[in-house]
């Protein structure tokens, strides 16, 4: 058992998250008890994870997906207000980090990506550090990588032809909803960009910049680092941890 402040003053710090300019509260979102033994991770804090995390006997919730997000409506109502009580009736915080997590070099969604897909890290995409660069363990086709991405992320990746689709090597990523920074991937001279989502500028923007761009899914690409942090977690402070997947296909 751990003291809840103790839990989030650690990962705070260890996610350095006062470096970031983000659109949501990074750290304590709700306060619960003041002790945690159980810690359930998820990717979003949505009402179907709070009831896993309820029959899971959880004292707190860490999400990379949580609440108060800028220019959504501050009034409690409906969704938001059901979600809210249920974390509030059953004494349950909810810990999230958004950006500090995407872009965290051990525990970080991007490069617990680049593992699960066997990629090889360069370097960082940005100065913000929020995508990264690197290469293939060995020249592939487009069609074999999307394959790779199936296999491991258990999701079917929509894939755009932009480039060359032979001996594919130079690549980067960057999960959830970065498919703005296909530009940026042009640049440093990837052939092909990953991203979670895809928009319709999106397939016209590779084409033109001459880039293949693989969308692999916002929650299938994210699904990696919220669990690798609470793991850290539970190994740091002593608690039991559990990540449960609430699917979604977006």
Same mark, same amino acid.
């Given at each position: 058992?751990?003291?809840?402040?103790?839990?989030?003053?650690?990962?705070?710090?260890?996610?350095?998250?006062?470096?970031?300019?983000?659109?949501?509260?990074?750290?304590?979102?709700?306060?619960?008890?003041?002790?945690?033994?159980?810690?359930?991770?998820?990717?979003?804090?949505?009402?179907?994870?709070?009831?896993?995390?309820?029959?899971?006997?959880?004292?707190?919730?860490?999400?990379?997906?949580?609440?108060?997000?800028?220019?959504?409506?501050?009034?409690?109502?409906?969704?938001?207000?059901?979600?809210?009580?249920?974390?509030?009736?059953?004494?349950?915080?909810?810990?999230?980090?958004?950006?500090?997590?995407?872009?965290?070099?051990?525990?970080? %969604?991007?490069?617990?990506?680049?593992?699960?897909?066997?990629?090889?890290?360069?370097?960082?995409?940005?100065?913000?550090?929020?995508?990264?660069?690197?290469?293939?363990?060995?020249?592939?086709?487009?069609?074999?990588?999307?394959?790779?991405?199936? &296999?491991?992320?258990?999701?079917?990746?929509?894939?755009?032809?932009?480039?060359?689709?032979?001996?594919?090597?130079?690549?980067?990523?960057?999960?959830?909803?970065?498919?703005?920074?296909?530009?940026?991937?042009?640049?440093? &001279?990837?052939?092909?960009?990953?991203?979670?989502?895809?928009?319709?500028?999106?397939?016209?923007?590779?084409?033109?910049? &001459?880039? %293949?761009?693989?969308?692999?899914?916002?929650?299938?690409?994210?699904?990696?680092?919220?669990?690798?942090? &609470?793991?850290?977690?539970?190994?740091?402070?002593?608690?039991?941890?559990?990540?449960?997947?609430?699917? %979604?296909?977006?």
């Amino acid at each position: 058992m751990a003291e809840l402040r103790d839990i989030c003053g650690y990962a705070d710090s260890y996610l350095d998250i006062s470096r970031f300019r983000d659109y949501t509260p990074n750290g304590l979102q709700v306060e619960g008890r003041s002790e945690v033994s159980k810690l359930v991770s998820g990717v979003t804090a949505s009402q179907a994870l709070i009831e896993a995390a309820i029959d899971q006997n959880a004292d707190a919730i860490l999400v990379h997906h949580g609440y108060f997000w800028k220019g959504e409506s501050s009034r409690i109502l409906g969704p938001k207000r059901q979600r809210l009580k249920l974390l509030l009736q059953h004494d349950i915080s909810l810990i999230a980090y958004h950006l500090p997590l995407d872009a965290h070099p051990d525990v970080g %969604n991007n490069v617990q990506l680049a593992r699960q897909l066997g990629f090889v890290i360069k370097g960082p995409l940005n100065a913000q550090g929020i995508g990264l660069i690197g290469l293939t363990e060995e020249p592939m086709t487009l069609d074999d990588l999307a394959r790779r991405i199936s &296999g491991s992320l258990d999701r079917v990746p929509l894939t755009i032809p932009g480039g060359a689709t032979d001996e594919i090597e130079q690549i980067a990523w960057c999960t959830g909803a970065a498919q703005g920074y296909l530009e940026q991937a042009a640049e440093q &001279g990837a052939q092909v960009y990953i991203s979670g989502e895809i928009s319709e500028q999106t397939v016209h923007a590779a084409r033109e910049l &001459g880039v %293949n761009y693989i969308a692999a899914g916002h929650h299938a690409t994210e699904r990696y680092g919220v669990q690798s942090l &609470g793991a850290h977690l539970a190994r740091q402070m002593g608690i039991d941890h559990v990540f449960i997947d609430i699917d %979604n296909p977006a």
